[in-house]
């Protein structure tokens, strides 16, 4: 039976989620989802939804919302150490449950993200970095955060691209606020996919050729929009009379589609075969790896188990499925075999 390593899910160590809880965020939207879900916090609670399965292991990272925002730009420094300490001796303790962890940065402060990432990589032996499809409202192709990108190909980890949105982020210009928790079923996957475009065009992985992005739910839309990312992203610029977007076109070494492709994706979909198939079909099996997005599931274990049989009901060969489930995580995560 091959080895299932979730490469994106989430947990709250002790002191961080105490400090959390007492924060001015703690009972607001994705607060108050986080704060009624046992698992997230409690060990013994996610050591029972585990042992469901078999050869199963987790890459475990803090849960949305942003550190920054909840605790702002002067707090989240100590917030992030305080996070990710208690990763890494979580990862100590429990090696056997939690393969290791992705470190969480104060992205308001690059200078203090850098700073962290060195430290939480190089002495907390973090696997990788986690960054939200935006920081407090600025895009990531900003430079003032290209340092911590290029930190990150620098030691060679990989960066796990996680969406950003709340209720305040309307879906029509005339509202103050999104209805119905749109702005979380459709805005996350939009987030994720305009987080993708920005870095594509603003030349990141030109400047960065060992750049290694993992971007959550399946790469958000586009995998599903590949016409549209393919043939009319050929034509950029065509349709904008305010900006030179057919230089940018020119300028650029591949057709955007193919920056695309350089992404690699989760199988975070909550179940979502069709999406598992398109997802697949379009960043292809050495970049896609197994992730269940626990513990955000209705009941405890409901993600993992819905993964599994989506994945288990593909025409894969066995070795195929060892790839999503293990061989790409062992390869992102530098894992003797």
């Avoid at 305080?82 to 969480?104: C, H, Q, T, W």
Wanted: glycine share 8%; hydrophobic share 40%.
């Amino acid at each position: 039976m091959s080895l299932k390593i979730d490469l994106f899910n989430h947990f709250f160590p002790k002191l961080f989620w105490e400090e959390f809880l007492n924060s001015s965020y703690g009972l607001k939207d994705m607060g108050k989802r986080v704060s009624n879900i046992p698992t997230i916090y409690d060990l013994d609670a996610r050591f029972r939804c585990m042992d469901e399965f078999d050869e199963y292991t987790q890459l475990i990272s803090l849960a949305s919302p942003p550190i920054e925002i909840f605790f702002g730009p002067e707090d989240s420094p100590r917030m992030a150490r305080i996070g990710n300490d208690g990763m890494a001796e979580l990862v100590a303790k429990y090696p056997d449950r939690f393969i290791g962890f992705i470190s969480s940065l104060p992205m308001t402060d690059p200078t203090e993200a850098v700073k962290e990432l060195n430290r939480s990589v190089t002495e907390l032996g973090a696997k990788g970095i986690q960054l939200y499809t935006n920081v407090a409202g600025k895009p990531l192709d900003l430079p003032e955060f290209q340092p911590v990108f290029e930190e990150a190909v620098k030691l060679d980890i990989p960066i796990w691209i996680h969406p950003a949105r709340g209720a305040s982020f309307s879906d029509y210009a005339t509202e103050k606020k999104s209805k119905y928790e749109i702005w979380w079923t459709f805005g996350w996957p939009y987030e994720t996919s305009a987080a993708m475009a920005r870095l594509v065009f603003s030349g990141l992985f030109d400047r960065f050729p060992g750049l290694k992005i993992i971007t959550h739910h399946m790469g958000g839309m586009i995998p599903y929009f590949e016409g549209r990312v393919g043939y009319g992203w050929d034509k950029l610029g065509s349709r904008t009379t305010d900006e030179n977007y057919e230089a940018l076109l020119a300028s650029m070494k591949k057709r955007p589609i193919d920056y695309f492709r350089l992404f690699l994706a989760d199988t975070a979909l909550f179940g979502g075969r069709a999406a598992t198939v398109c997802g697949l079909d379009f960043f292809g099996i050495d970049n896609v790896v197994f992730a269940s997005d626990t513990p955000f599931e209705p009941t405890p274990g409901l993600y993992i188990r819905e993964t599994i049989k989506v994945i288990e009901s593909l025409d894969l060969t066995a070795a195929q499925k060892d790839q999503i489930y293990r061989g790409n995580a062992a390869r992102l995560l530098k894992l003797k075999s």
